[in-house]
């Protein structure tokens, strides 16, 4: 069971609400769920002391930051705060702050455990500019016997080479859509959420593995309509909803373009975008049982061209007809032969 991180405090000082992200973020790196294989990585690391320099890539909200955090607290513990300098993105990192605050922290006498080095911890670190960046190549060697790097980005290509060479590159995966629904019951379950199992899976599904996103999502529906069901987790993420776009590809796999476009109308209606349609389209299309497995590949195939137009600057609705018309007409064809 995870226990808030932040304590919502229990003295007469007013409780302000933490949202829910910051209030569970992971202390301890056991705490931190899925890409097993790279934490266990960063535990032998933590159990070692001798932290290399370090660079986390991987998509947004799966937890990068907060692995780097919960690795430095581990190393340093009551030191951390005279030990580690971060800067993220909010923070000027022009060349300046390389030649200036960087160097002068790794210059600065600190009392650490025996064995520890300092930790510079640079979030973000895709937005560098690469002037920066080259201007860290020498820092990182002339100060690493007291002071290591750890790095955490979106795009390990927006890295310089030299610096990646200089790194043992940890690479975080997408979550799984049970580990996402494992953290989310423990949420739910210390706030006292009332959910459906759909609603809880609804929530899975639009995250996409982003646990930052699942867990907002969760707070968002929780606080704004008091019930997590579907309904309410897709009014809430603005998506359109599954069930309808599943109508229209059932309608696709009957052959029945008439009523696949009536779908088709009544969420354009609703004012989504084209790429969230096709995007949804996707997804359904993955996760349909019904379709034989020939069909399924084939649609995939189909709705992807539809993207890849849509992306070029074609959004219409008539793109998205067209898709449908073609899924229906590879329907007719296959029942032929
Ligand atoms: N693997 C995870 N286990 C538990 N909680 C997580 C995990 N990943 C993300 N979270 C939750 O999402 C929040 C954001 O995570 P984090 O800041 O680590 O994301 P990130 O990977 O650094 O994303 P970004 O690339 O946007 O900076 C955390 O506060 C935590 O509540
Ligand atoms: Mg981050």
Same mark, same amino acid.
């Given at each position: ?13 007013? +409780?302000?609400?933490? *949202?829910?992200?910051? $209030?569970?973020?992971? #202390?301890?790196?056991? =705490?931190?769920?899925?890409?097993? @294989? ?71 006498? +600190?009392?650490?455990? *025996?064995?520890?080095? $300092?930790?510079?911890? #640079?979030?973000?670190? =895709?937005?560098?500019?690469?002037? @920066? ?205």
């Amino acid at each position: 069971m995870v226990a808030p991180t932040a304590s919502s405090s229990t003295s007469a000082a007013p +409780v302000y609400e933490l *949202p829910w992200v910051e $209030k569970y973020r992971p #202390l301890k790196l056991d =705490d931190v769920v899925g890409n097993r @294989a790279t934490i266990e990585r960063l535990k032998v690391i933590e159990h070692e002391g001798n932290c290399p320099h370090l660079m986390i890539s991987g998509l947004p909200g799966i937890g990068k930051t907060t692995s780097v955090h919960c690795l430095a607290h581990a190393l340093l513990g009551d030191a951390y705060k005279e030990g580690v300098l971060e800067l993220n993105a909010s923070d000027e990192r022009g060349i300046d702050v390389v030649r200036n605050k960087i160097k002068n922290f790794a210059q600065k006498k +600190v009392s650490l455990p *025996p064995g520890k080095h $300092k930790i510079i911890i #640079l979030d973000e670190a =895709d937005s560098m500019t690469v002037g @920066a960046q080259q201007a860290l190549r020498r820092t990182m060697e002339i100060y690493s016997n007291t002071t290591r790097f750890c790095f955490a980005c979106n795009q390990s290509n927006k890295i310089i080479d030299p610096i990646q060479s200089r790194c043992a590159i940890l690479r975080y995966g997408k979550l799984s859509e049970e580990e996402v629904m494992k953290r989310l019951l423990e949420v739910a379950a210390y706030e006292k959420v009332e959910y459906t199992d759909a609603g809880l899976e609804a929530l899975v599904f639009t995250s996409e593995g982003d646990m930052r996103q699942a867990i907002n999502n969760l707070q968002s529906t929780w606080t704004g309509m008091g019930l997590v069901t579907p309904d309410n987790v897709f009014k809430v993420c603005d998506q359109p909803h599954p069930i309808l776009v599943r109508q229209i590809l059932a309608a696709c796999q009957k052959g029945d373009i008439d009523v696949a476009m009536e779908k088709l109308d009544e969420i354009w209606g609703n004012g989504y975008a084209a790429v969230d349609i096709v995007t949804t389209l996707f997804r359904v299309t993955k996760t349909m049982d019904s379709l034989p497995e020939a069909l399924k590949l084939e649609f995939i195939k189909e709705i992807g061209w539809t993207h890849m137009r849509i992306l070029e600057g074609v959004s219409t609705v008539i793109q998205l007809g067209a898709c449908l018309a073609r899924l229906c007409k590879m329907v007719s064809e296959v029942k032929q032969t």
